[in-house]
Nanobody, 124 residues
Framework: VQLQASGGGLVQAGGSLRLSCAVS????????VAWFRQAPGKERQFVAA???????TYEDSVKGRFSIFRDNAKNMGYLQMNSLRPEDTAVYYC???????????????????WGRGTQVTVSS
């Protein structure tokens, strides 16, 4: 299974970006797809996840600003990020796994498959 994240870039505070995650090598309609981020000097943190049934979960600081969605026909996951803040600056990673359950959906260790990160930089 391969995951490829894209869509990062440099944006001013208040701007928007859409990240994409392409999943290949497996039919992923039963996977939970998640986004994590890692800022310099910090641990990788959960951002958002969407389960196979469309149920989504968000980290508190991104609620109301970020939206996670998926297109099973295209094996794609997305993270729409609006009202970006400088503190959102990080490398963003997508992850996928069919065995994730609600109780561990925000845990890095729940996901066996990871893509390379994409840099998001928000200037003030």
């Amino acid at each position: 299974v391969q995951l490829q994240a894209s869509g990062g870039g440099l944006v001013q505070a208040g701007g928007s970006l859409r990240l994409s995650c392409a999943v290949s090598g497996r039919i992923f309609r039963r996977d939970t797809v998640a986004w994590f981020r890692q800022a310099p000097g910090k641990e990788r943190q959960f951002v958002a996840a969407i389960r196979w049934n469309g149920h989504n979960t968000y980290e508190d600081s991104v609620k109301g600003r970020f939206s996670i969605f998926r297109d099973n026909a295209k094996n794609m996951g997305y993270l729409q990020m609006n009202s970006l803040r400088p503190e959102d600056t990080a490398v963003y990673y997508c992850a996928a796994d069919p065995s994730v359950i609600l109780s561990n959906i925000a845990s890095r260790t729940a996901y066996a498959n990871w893509g390379r990160g994409t840099q998001v930089t928000v200037s003030s």
